[in-house]
């Protein structure tokens, strides 16, 4: 067996039937590359193949009612392939409309603890081709957050494709194994007991953190803080539905736009996020006077030593939505950003993991029943979303011999954020996946029809500039 670390824990305790903490990714496929053609047992069977090699899509979840610490991955010994693949096919005509409205209410709906904690929803009729006769198909998969982070969701999915269509599957590999109710209690109590050790190492980083940061504070060189952000419409409780959205650009136009204006990629993504939601924003006429913050995912995987899926920092960066230019908009976020991401390597890569392996279940649940009663109050968000940015491979990929033409990913939203904005960079373009609530968002359209005209605008000032 394998323990879950703190953090890898902590989306299951926060997990409700509002806030469902799985990540999502929804591929665009060409079936005309599969080896004899696309039938659904044959990628079924294809699927099974991979898996084999692929322990974490065979573990589930194991507990103890006398368990003190997290609970543990085993193998799941009765693991059927059929309870985790599911075929649908779209109504007519089989447009992004259509495809969008059954992925957000496939990503509404919670895994099964009692099982693997992923599923994969093959959807054909898209764009009313016929993916038996070399058309289009749709694969959206979800995978528990206790289970995987950005990196290594991609991760998984990069083992599920090959760069040749007819690549053969890889060697089998050995599972966790399994574990009784009275090993993982007793193994549990153990590391129960030896937690004051190990929070004797993490009392003193913390400390240092905190003076560091007062230092830096003074010198006007910190990353935004925390429950300074302005609230907006997807600033409030969230409903267990979800809506999606989605867009694709050109990455040599994100890069001609790095170049010019020597920045990161990152940077520049951010800035596309901050037009596109101040166009959305003007046009409802709720555009707020300060800045809107972004938090935003920082791996950890290069720094951390310590066990478990999740290796994730953070860092909160201000969108300078304030700002009307673009070009301008864009120095002062790359700025912004390279104060917080010194500010963020400061903070030791290991303290988030290192604090959430001491708190228990229910102070996670008690944590987000009182935020999510602050927010009916009209308490400030913490931030106002995740923006999040995935590095995919930039060579052609073959998803169980089906080209991969996109890959739009999709992480959770939570209440008093209810909006996330992830892009994933692959084989030259930049996929953008949006994910919010309808209660809160009706329609995610516009805001992804954006992102081309946010980028135009970033193009025309590399020729101004």
């Known amino acids: 067996m394998q323990r879950l670390s703190g953090l890898d824990a902590s989306f299951l305790y926060l997990e409700t039937a509002a806030q469902p903490m799985h990540v999502c990714s929804v591929l665009e496929l060409d079936t005309s590359t599969m080896p004899g053609g696309y039938t659904f047992d044959r990628l079924r069977d294809a699927l099974s193949l991979r898996i084999k090699a692929m322990p974490e899509f065979r573990e589930k979840l194991a507990d ?55 599923e994969m929803w093959v959807i054909e009729n898209v764009a009313g081709t016929d993916a038996h006769a070399g058309g289009r198909l749709a694969l959206m998969t979800k995978v528990h957050h206790a289970s995987v982070d950005g990196v290594t969701g991609a991760n998984l999915l990069s083992q599920l494709c090959t760069t040749e269509p007819d690549a053969p599957p890889p060697d089998p590999v050995d599972g966790p194994g399994g574990g009784t109710g009275l090993e993982i209690a007793v193994n549990g109590a153990v590391r129960f007991a030896t937690r004051p050790l ?20 003074r010198n006007g060189r910190t990353m935004a803080a925390p429950f300074a952000a302005p609230r907006t419409a997807f600033n409030a409780n969230i409903t267990g ?45 709720e555009l707020p006077d300060n800045s809107l913050v972004a938090m935003v995912p920082v791996s ?30 864009l120095r002062a976020i790359a700025e912004a950003n390279a104060v917080a991401k010194q500010h963020s390597s400061a903070i030791g890569a290991t303290l988030l993991q290192d604090w959430t ?21 009209g308490a400030k968000p913490v931030h106002n979303l995740v923006v999040s940015n995935v590095p995919g491979p930039q060579v052609p990929l073959y998803f169980l011999g089906a080209e991969v033409k996109a890959m739009y990913p999709l992480g959770p939203i939570f ?27 009706p329609d995610l359209w516009d805001m992804a029809d954006d992102f081309a005209v946010a980028l135009d605008e970033l193009l ?3 020729k101004r500039a």
Not at 85 to 99: D, F, K, S, Y
Not at 198 to 217: G, I, K, Q
Not at 427 to 435: F, N, Q, R, W, Y
Request: aromatic residues 6%; glycine residues 6%; hydrophobic residues 40%.
């Open 64 to 118: 103890s009612r006398f368990n003190l610490d997290h609970p543990v991955w085993v193998e799941d010994n009765d693991f059927d392939v059929d309870r985790h693949l599911h075929r649908i096919g779209l109504p007519g005509p089989g447009g992004r409309a259509e495809l969008a409205e059954i992925c957000g209410h496939i990503a509404s709906l919670p895994l099964d603890r009692s099982r693997p904690l992923w």
């Open 198 to 217: 190990r929070l004797v190492n993490v009392v003193p980083s913390t400390l240092n953190t905190v003076v560091d940061t007062v230092r830096r504070a």
């Open 241 to 285: 539905h979800r809506n999606i959205a989605f867009a694709q650009l050109d990455l040599e136009d994100i890069k001609t736009v790095k170049n010019h204006f020597d920045v990161k990629v990152n940077d520049v993504v951010m800035a596309l996020v901050s037009g596109v939601l101040r166009t959305f924003l003007s046009h409802r006429d």
């Open 300 to 329: 950890v995987h290069d720094r951390s030593d310590r066990p478990g899926r999740n290796q994730v920092s953070g860092m909160f960066s201000p969108l300078q939505t304030h700002i009307a230019d673009p070009a301008e908009r």
């Open 357 to 377: 392996q001491f708190a228990a279940p229910a102070v996670f649940g008690t944590a987000m029943r009182v935020y999510a009663a602050s927010r009916l109050s």
């Open 415 to 441: 209440h008093g954020s209810g909006l996330n904005i992830t892009v994933m960079s692959l084989t030259g373009k930049l996929d953008v996946g949006i994910i919010s609530c309808p209660e809160l968002l």
């Open 460 to 462: 025309d000032a590399t």
